[in-house]
């Protein structure tokens, strides 16, 4: 005969009540041992009010702590933006500039143990470009994010050395060869704003598309800035080298078409 679990361990499950110390652990606040210290030592207050058992359960989502007087809030899986400033790469081990990960607090670039699995950027945004990158430890949203079968449109702001033509928006929209693919890329959209500048959109994300597309007609990158995915754009209270967790609006708007 099946037995069903009681109402209340459904219930609690649902909850997803964790320990204190697990709650750290998974939010990247090191070692379950550390996480048990700073529990012990009183550094841990929840909702205010300090904590000294690592054994004490709350619910998890949405749980709001401080550690050592910095406040968290408890994230399953974690989404964020960055305002991605210039001067930094997007890796772990950077090979010239600073890595963009330095920009994030320990605990975040620490979960997952730190390891490869942590929080990660979605695509790379070149050394010199600034704007909206994507980061998280969610392996699913990323490759979805990555995959150039969703073709999420990315909102590119260019500046150019030289003066845009007609023409040069012309063939981006119809198309150009870059050297490593005989197969056209195209924009989805593309529109001068002004003399060296124009928008850019695209549904794919080549190594250096951009520069390489704007190198084909004829033209060079001098600026590059993303300023939206999907209808997601970078607020404007962002400022270079800020990140901020992203919304269940933000993430909805990420796939919704701008
Ligand atoms: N295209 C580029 O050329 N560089 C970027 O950083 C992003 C898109």
């Not at 390891?115 to 969610?138: F, I, K, N, P, Y």
């Amino acid at each position: 005969m099946r037995t069903q679990a009681p109402l209340e361990s459904v219930t609690i499950r649902a909850m997803n009540m964790m320990t204190l110390q697990d709650i750290l652990y998974t939010q990247g606040f090191g070692t379950r041992r550390v996480c048990a210290g700073l529990v012990q030592q009183g550094f841990v207050a929840v909702a205010g009010v300090p904590c000294t058992d690592p054994a004490m359960e709350f619910v998890a989502d949405g749980l709001r702590f401080s550690v050592q007087g910095v406040l968290w809030e408890y994230h399953e899986k974690a989404y964020l933006m960055l305002h991605k400033p210039a001067g930094y790469e997007c890796s772990q081990k950077p090979s010239t500039y600073p890595s963009i990960y330095t920009l994030l607090p320990a605990p975040i670039r620490q979960r997952g143990g730190g390891a490869a699995a942590g929080v990660q950027a979605v695509g790379r945004l070149d050394q010199d470009t600034t704007g909206l990158l994507l980061l998280s430890d969610d392996g699913k949203f990323i490759h979805r994010m990555s995959s150039p079968k969703h073709h999420v449109p990315k909102v590119y702001e260019v500046t150019a050395k030289h003066a845009v033509d007609d023409k040069q928006i012309q063939k981006l929209l119809v198309g150009v060869v870059l050297d490593d693919d005989p197969k056209p890329v195209r924009a989805a959209a593309c529109a001068q704003t002004s003399d060296l500048q124009l928008s850019l959109t695209l549904t794919e994300g080549k190594y250096h598309q951009v520069k390489r597309m704007i190198a084909a007609v004829g033209n060079r990158v001098e600026g590059l800035h993303r300023a939206r995915i999907g209808a997601l754009a970078l607020p404007t209270d962002l400022k270079p080298g800020e990140w901020r967790w992203l919304t269940a609006q933000d993430l909805a708007s990420i796939s919704a078409k701008s």
